[in-house]
């Protein structure tokens, strides 16, 4: 079964987004799309993954510095899923 996220971009700059799929230990986990969110957009992703990591630039002004925000983890399932993130909050 595949689950549907959608990654939505609320913030007046693009953002890069990077998405990880495995288990409990984000860092480690394989990069499954890195890819840019414009402003105002949004990005869909399905997965049958146990767990989906995302996070994103942390200054979309100076995306070139290699910050970004912490991993946040989500554990897709029948009950919390479809969903929504706003990247804004991250």
């Known amino acids: 079964m595949s689950y549907q996220m959608t990654f939505e971009n609320t913030l007046d700059e693009d953002v890069t987004l990077q998405i990880n799929e495995g288990n409990h230990n984000c860092q480690n986990n394989p ?10 957009g949004s990005k869909v992703y399905l997965t ?33 899923t479809p969903v929504e993130i706003d990247l804004g909050l991250l």
């Open 48 to 80: 049958d993954a146990v767990e989906v990591c995302y996070r994103r630039t942390a200054d979309p002004s100076n995306p070139g510095n290699g910050l970004w925000t912490v991993w946040v983890g989500f554990s897709p399932n029948d009950i919390n």
């Open 31 to 40: 990069t499954v799309w890195t890819g840019q969110v414009v402003s105002g």
